[in-house]
C-alpha cells in the first residue's frame, strides 16, 4: 500500500514563527491530503491537492507537491499555540494510508 | 457539517470480553473505515465498507469483525479482547467516488473523536 512518512518527527517552535513539515511517499497518487489532529482526537481534514496541482493556499496554510520526488510540504505561516497538534500526510486510491505524523509545538 | 459519532470514547474491559464499538455518520456517505491509532506505529486500516452488508479487510483485521446493517451506522467487533488491542480506535467515512454532486470528489475522510480502549 503506498505510505506517507513525515519529516520531522516533531517540531518546536515560538509563536509568530512559520512551521514547515514535509511528506514523503513511495507510489503514484491521485491527490495527496493533510490532517490535523489535537491530542486524543479525531482527525481533521486540512488541505488537499492533486497530482496535477503543485501549489495550493487555505489561510495560514500552504502546501506543495512535487511528484517528480514524490515528496510534499505543509507550510503554517505565523504559527500560533492553537496550532499545536500532529499533522499527517495521506495518500491512497480505494483507501487511504496515513503517515506516522508530525508532532508540532507553539510556544506562546 | 458532517457528524461521525463514536459511541464510546473511553471503555475498560478485560481479557476475552466481547467488545463492540460503533460508529454512525449523519452524511448519507457510502464509505466507512475503522483504523486504530498506535503510538510510534501511526494509523493504521483495519477494515472498510462501501455500501451495506459489504465489508473489506485492510491491513490488520486479524482479531476483529465489523457490521454494516444500515448505511449510516459500522460496528467494530472485537470477538475476544487481548491485551494487545488497547489501542486508540477511529472511525472514519466519506463519499464514494460519483457519489457527491461536486466533481472534485476526492476521497476526504471525516473521524469520529476516537474511542480509547484499554483491555485489562
Known amino acids: 500500500s503506498q505510505q506517507g512518512e513525515e519529516d520531522p518527527q516533531a517540531l518546536s517552535i515560538q509563536e509568530g514563527e512559520n512551521a514547515t513539515m514535509n511528506c514523503s511517499y513511495k507510489t503514484s497518487i491521485n491527490n495527496l491530503q493533510w490532517y490535523r489532529q489535537n491530542s486524543g482526537r479525531g482527525l481533521v481534514h486540512l488541505i488537499l491537492i492533486r497530482s496535477n496541482e503543485r501549489e495550493k493556499h487555505s489561510g495560514r496554510l500552504r502546501v506543495t507537491l512535487d511528484t517528480s520526488k514524490k515528496s510534499s510540504s505543509l507550510l503554517i505561516t505565523a504559527s500560533r499555540a492553537a496550532d499545536t497538534a500532529s499533522y499527517f500526510c495521506a495518500t491512497g486510491y480505494s483507501t487511504l494510508t496515513f503517515g506516522k505524523g508530525t508532532m508540532l509545538l507553539v510556544s506562546p | 457539517d458532517v457528524k461521525v459519532t463514536q459511541s464510546s470514547r473511553y471503555l475498560v474491559k478485560r481479557t476475552g470480553e466481547k467488545v463492540f464499538l460503533e460508529c454512525v455518520q449523519d452524511m448519507d456517505h457510502e464509505n466507512m473505515f475503522w483504523y486504530r491509532q498506535d503510538p510510534g506505529l501511526g494509523l493504521r486500516l483495519i477494515y472498510f465498507s462501501y455500501d451495506v452488508k459489504m465489508k473489506e479487510k485492510g491491513d490488520i483485521p486479524e482479531g476483529y469483525s465489523v457490521s454494516r446493517e444500515k448505511k449510516e451506522r459500522f460496528s467494530l467487533i472485537l470477538e475476544s479482547a487481548s491485551t494487545n488491542q488497547t489501542s486508540m480506535y477511529l472511525c472514519?467515512?466519506?463519499?464514494?467516488?460519483?457519489?457527491?454532486?461536486?466533481?472534485?470528489?476526492?476521497?476526504?475522510?471525516?473521524f469520529g473523536e476516537g474511542s480509547r480502549l484499554t483491555v485489562l
Open positions: 472514519a467515512s466519506s463519499f464514494a467516488l460519483g457519489q457527491a454532486l461536486q466533481a472534485t470528489n476526492t476521497g476526504e475522510l471525516f
